[in-house]
């Protein structure tokens, strides 16, 4: 299949188009994009006074650091958990309401809300339910012989931060499915009935194949949502507490950086997780090529 | 009215607004020039800030002093440097006590007070100040580096509706740690209390102002006074022993972890704490919330580390004057003024009888007393009695160290993971040490460039 292609004549209008983008990339990325490699490499002191060229110092520190390597291990952890839990969470819902069932429309609008809901919102709505005095559901947990208390629990405490931010994640990720799943034509899926294939196996061999661009879209989100975005939620909640317990990169960058005022350091693990979000990127493209223009 | 005479009247009011501005401008307030004032004070402390600005505004022509609300102490004071950085910084700005040392090192982004006081030709006395608060904000030579604002000291806070069901006298409130545990234990069986004792700012309270107390040294180079190669020693015998009361009263069920820093606040209020501790200034928010009676004592001491306790250290914050390209001299002469303003006595005795805040001078304090305030609010002399317990020593006047809250934050990390039950009270010291002395090595590093 031939594409058409269309081409303007001249580089002038094509770069005015282009103009707009290219501005904001350069303003919100690559200015200070550029300031961080520059701070990771200097040492100094926070008023900006005195800064010295020390190399790659801050780095070596970082990498010999067992607190920093104990950072990435549980950011890996945290991210594969939160990233299973809302995109399996999601699928199942959105294959739930994409059936023919009573009220669709509004369990679909329902299912979308907690998007809209701010970080710290979530949060404070988390809290609300699992605070270890106040909350809702640690008298019930009590009841079945579990002491919650997520502020002194390092394990309670990730499962606190991991149901927080996979909840906030789950609408957008059912909106993907949704989508995904009703662009699946019903003839297929008709045909695999009338040949006598139950639901499980409908879904197994069906539509969970035909979503694969979606969710190989979707992981690749996830992954860079619950390393970057879930500040919000894990500092309103825990502030990377107890004892370092839910302590993810990015709360690190942001403990050193503006609360420790360490720039060096903190512009280091900023350029680190900068390097790690280029390969993401990098691999989703790949991985989307190989598999066609699906999306 | 027909058409003509509103338009008339539109033209006239359009006159009006094009009047000259010279003409209406000097009667403005706003046209006065401007000392900006950041500070980190929120709800009604926030109220009283802007009242001592007001006052401050009324008393004289020459400026007005703006306050402006940042944030939290942290954010604050991550605003005012990131502001000097972009050459914007604040004539003032309010930065609490452990920020001290960090500001300290931060040369000619700032002015210390007896700078100012020599350049303006505006004295300060530093002995007008009470010697506890003076010496947290005074170089090793005596001269005054911030100006004392808000101080607090923590001080013991107990509810006597509970004491007395539990058999306890309030008014004897207990005075070492062994009456304390003693107190507690009784609190959790006879009063059934749901949290027998528990504690705001752990670091501040049991550790600090632990060392503080039993005149223990905290760091070396007198606690960092001396040197920014002063190295943490809080791993001492005496410190493991008071760690390890507080895991042992965990495990007995009669301390409960309140959280890092203030999280610890809300928990007393409620009514179902024996025992706390927190700042003296909570004495407001505690009036206010609390549907109990209450009453604060001192802190605690162990007699067996030493037989009669030290002043407490204090916290709060005090007030930095910073400096930005193209400011004036009658910019920092107006910046002068305000704080010689703060420190007279009525306006001292004032702020802090309106917030609960110790006064930072001793007139201050002797205005509150003779007009009988004291008298009549029994209790909110304990935080001073307690600043002025001994004679401040090396150990008592508080801690001089870089990137303190980050240490503050690492003792209670591992505080955290000793009452998680994963290290000793020992083993939680000894890493909180070399955490803490890696930071502060970090520290020296960056001062010296």
Same mark, same amino acid.
């Given at each position: 299949?031939?594409?058409? +292609?269309?081409?303007?004549?001249?580089?002038?209008?094509?770069?005015?188009?282009?103009?707009?983008?290219?501005?904001?990339?350069?303003?919100?990325?690559?200015?200070?994009? !550029?300031?961080?490699?520059?701070?990771?490499?200097?040492?100094?002191?926070?008023?900006?006074?005195?800064?010295?060229?020390?190399?790659?110092?801050?780095?070596?520190?970082?990498?010999?650091?067992?607190?920093?390597? !104990?950072?990435?291990? /549980?950011?890996?952890?945290?991210?594969?958990?939160?990233?299973?839990?809302?995109?399996?969470?999601?699928?199942?819902?959105?294959?739930?309401?994409?059936?023919?069932?009573?009220? /669709?429309?509004?369990?679909?609008?329902?299912?979308?809300?907690?998007?809209?809901? !701010?970080?710290?919102?979530?949060?404070?709505?988390?809290?609300?339910?699992?605070?270890?005095?106040?909350?809702?559901?640690?008298?019930?947990?009590?009841?079945?012989? $579990?002491?919650?208390?997520? +502020?002194?629990?390092?394990?309670?405490?990730?499962?606190?931060?991991?149901?927080?931010?996979?909840?906030?994640?789950?609408?957008?990720?059912? $909106?993907?499915?949704?989508?995904?799943?009703?662009?699946?034509?019903?003839?297929?899926?008709?045909?695999?009935?009338?040949?006598?294939?139950?639901?499980?196996?409908?879904?197994?061999?069906?539509?969970?194949?035909?979503?694969?661009?979606?969710?190989?879209?979707?992981?690749?989100?996830? $992954?860079?949502?619950?390393?970057?975005?879930?500040?919000?939620?894990?500092?309103?909640?825990?502030?990377?507490?107890?004892?370092?317990?839910?302590?993810?990169?990015?709360?690190?960058?942001?403990?050193?950086?503006?609360?420790?005022?360490?720039?060096?350091?903190?512009?280091?693990?900023?350029?680190?997780?900068? !390097?790690?979000?280029?390969?993401?990127?990098?691999?989703?493209?790949?991985?989307? +090529?190989? +598999?066609?223009?699906?999306? | 009215?027909?058409?003509?005479?509103?338009?008339?009247?539109?033209?006239?009011?359009?006159?009006?607004?094009?009047?000259?501005? @010279?003409?209406?401008?000097?009667?403005?307030?706003?046209?006065?020039?401007?000392?900006?004032?950041?500070?980190?004070?929120?709800?009604?402390?926030?109220?009283?800030?802007?009242?001592?600005?007001?006052?401050?505004?009324?008393?004289?022509? =020459?400026?007005?002093?703006?306050?402006?609300?940042?944030?939290?102490?942290?954010?604050?004071?991550?605003?005012?440097?990131?502001?000097?950085?972009?050459?914007? %910084?604040?004539?003032?700005?309010?930065?609490?006590?452990?920020?001290?040392?960090?500001?300290?090192?931060?040369?000619? @982004?700032?002015?210390?007070?007896?700078?100012?006081?020599?350049?303006?030709?505006?004295?300060?006395?530093?002995? =007008?100040?009470?010697?506890?608060?003076?010496?947290?904000?005074?170089?090793?030579?005596?001269?005054?580096?911030?100006?004392?604002?808000?101080?607090?000291?923590?001080?013991?806070?107990?509810?006597?509706?509970?004491?007395?069901?539990?058999?306890?006298?309030?008014? =004897?409130?207990?005075?070492?740690?062994?009456?304390?545990?003693?107190?507690?234990?009784?609190?959790?069986?006879?009063?059934?209390?749901?949290?027998?004792?528990?504690?705001?700012?752990?670091?501040?309270?049991?550790?600090?102002?632990?060392?503080?107390?039993?005149?223990?040294?905290?760091?070396?180079?007198?606690?960092?006074?001396?040197?920014?190669? %002063?190295?943490?020693?809080?791993?001492?015998?005496?410190?493991?022993?008071?760690?390890?009361?507080?895991?042992?009263?965990?495990?007995?069920?009669?301390?409960?972890?309140?959280?890092?820093?203030?999280?610890?606040?809300?928990?007393?209020?409620?009514?179902?704490?024996?025992?706390?501790?927190?700042?003296?200034?909570?004495?407001?928010?505690?009036?206010?919330? =609390?549907?109990?009676?209450?009453? %604060?004592?001192?802190?605690?001491?162990?007699?067996?580390?030493?037989?009669?306790?030290?002043?407490?250290?204090?916290?709060?914050?005090?007030?930095?004057?910073?400096?930005?390209?193209?400011?004036?001299?009658?910019?920092?002469?107006?910046?002068?003024?305000?704080?010689?303003?703060?420190?007279?006595?009525?306006?001292?005795?004032?702020?802090?009888?309106?917030?609960?805040?110790?006064?930072?001078?001793?007139?201050?304090?002797?205005?509150?007393?003779?007009?009988?305030?004291?008298?009549?609010?029994?209790?909110?002399?304990?935080?001073?009695?307690?600043?002025?317990?001994?004679?401040?020593?090396?150990?008592?006047?508080?801690?001089?160290?870089?990137?303190?809250?980050?240490?503050?934050?690492?003792?209670?990390?591992?505080?955290?993971?000793?009452?998680?039950?994963?290290?000793?009270?020992?083993?939680?010291?000894?890493?909180?040490?070399?955490?803490?002395?890696?930071?502060?090595?970090?520290?020296?590093?960056?001062?010296?460039?």
């Amino acid at each position: 299949m031939s594409e058409r +292609r269309t081409i303007f004549p001249g580089w002038r209008l094509p770069l005015l188009l282009l103009a707009p983008q290219l501005l904001l990339t350069a303003l919100f990325f690559l200015w200070p994009a !550029a300031g961080a490699i520059e701070a990771s490499l200097m040492r100094g002191d926070p008023f900006g006074l005195s800064a010295r060229f020390v190399g790659l110092d801050n780095f070596t520190e970082l990498f010999t650091d067992p607190l920093y390597l !104990a950072a990435v291990g /549980r950011t890996l952890l945290f991210c594969g958990a939160v990233s299973l839990l809302s995109l399996g969470l999601a699928l199942v819902l959105a294959v739930l309401a994409d059936s023919a069932i009573r009220g /669709r429309a509004f369990y679909r609008t329902a299912l979308i809300w907690p998007y809209a809901v !701010a970080p710290v919102i979530a949060a404070v709505v988390w809290i609300l339910l699992l605070h270890p005095q106040i909350g809702a559901l640690p008298p019930l947990l009590s009841r079945l012989g $579990i002491v919650w208390d997520y +502020r002194l629990d390092g394990t309670q405490a990730m499962i606190t931060v991991i149901l927080a931010s996979a909840w906030k994640q789950v609408s957008y990720n059912f $909106i993907f499915f949704l989508a995904g799943l009703q662009s699946i034509p019903a003839a297929i899926v008709e045909a695999a009935r009338m040949d006598g294939a139950g639901p499980l196996r409908r879904f197994w061999t069906i539509l969970f194949p035909l979503l694969a661009p979606t969710t190989g879209f979707l992981v690749t989100v996830n $992954i860079a949502y619950s390393a970057f975005e879930t500040f919000g939620t894990i500092e309103a909640l825990t502030q990377g507490g107890p004892a370092q317990a839910t302590q993810t990169l990015v709360v690190k960058v942001y403990r050193d950086g503006v609360v420790n005022l360490d720039l060096g350091a903190s512009s280091a693990q900023s350029v680190v997780l900068m !390097a790690g979000v280029m390969l993401l990127t990098l691999l989703q493209f790949r991985l989307l +090529r190989r +598999r066609g223009d699906a999306i | 009215m027909n058409r003509r005479h509103l338009l008339a009247g539109a033209a006239a009011l359009t006159a009006a607004a094009a009047l000259p501005a @010279a003409f209406a401008a000097p009667a403005r307030a706003q046209d006065r020039p401007v000392v900006t004032f950041w500070h980190a004070m929120s709800g009604p402390l926030g109220e009283e800030v802007k009242k001592v600005c007001d006052a401050f505004n009324a008393a004289q022509s =020459a400026v007005t002093v703006a306050p402006v609300f940042k944030g939290t102490y942290g954010e604050t004071m991550t605003a005012a440097i990131a502001a000097f950085r972009a050459g914007q %910084a604040p004539h003032l700005v309010q930065v609490f006590e452990v920020g001290t040392g960090s500001m300290l090192g931060a040369g000619p @982004a700032v002015r210390q007070v007896w700078q100012l006081a020599q350049e303006t030709g505006i004295a300060f006395d530093p002995a =007008a100040y009470m010697p506890a608060v003076r010496s947290y904000y005074s170089l090793p030579d005596g001269s005054m580096a911030a100006m004392p604002f808000n101080s607090s000291t923590p001080v013991m806070w107990l509810n006597a509706d509970l004491f007395e069901r539990a058999g306890l006298d309030p008014a =004897a409130p207990p005075a070492t740690w062994q009456e304390v545990a003693a107190a507690a234990d009784a609190l959790k069986t006879k009063a059934s209390a749901k949290v027998a004792m528990t504690t705001a700012w752990p670091t501040w309270v049991m550790m600090e102002n632990f060392g503080a107390l039993h005149d223990l040294p905290y760091a070396t180079k007198a606690n960092g006074f001396e040197g920014l190669d %002063a190295e943490l020693v809080f791993n001492a015998p005496p410190y493991v022993a008071q760690i390890q009361r507080l895991l042992d009263m965990a495990k007995a069920g009669t301390f409960t972890y309140g959280g890092r820093g203030a999280a610890g606040d809300q928990i007393f209020p409620v009514g179902e704490t024996g025992l706390s501790f927190n700042s003296s200034a909570v004495r407001a928010a505690f009036s206010r919330d =609390a549907k109990f009676r209450f009453a %604060a004592a001192l802190l605690p001491y162990d007699p067996s580390v030493r037989a009669s306790p030290n002043n407490s250290i204090i916290g709060g914050a005090s007030l930095w004057t910073m400096t930005a390209p193209r400011r004036t001299p009658a910019e920092y002469k107006a910046v002068a003024d305000f704080l010689k303003f703060i420190s007279q006595p009525d306006s001292d005795a004032r702020w802090s009888k309106a917030t609960g805040y110790v006064p930072v001078t001793l007139a201050g304090a002797g205005l509150s007393l003779a007009q009988g305030y004291y008298a009549r609010t029994p209790g909110a002399d304990i935080a001073i009695r307690q600043l002025n317990r001994g004679a401040v020593t090396e150990n008592s006047k508080g801690l001089r160290l870089g990137r303190l809250p980050e240490i503050r934050t690492i003792i209670e990390e591992e505080f955290e993971a000793a009452l998680q039950g994963r290290q000793g009270a020992q083993a939680a010291l000894d890493s909180a040490v070399a955490r803490g002395n890696k930071v502060l090595r970090e520290f020296e590093k960056s001062m010296r460039g």
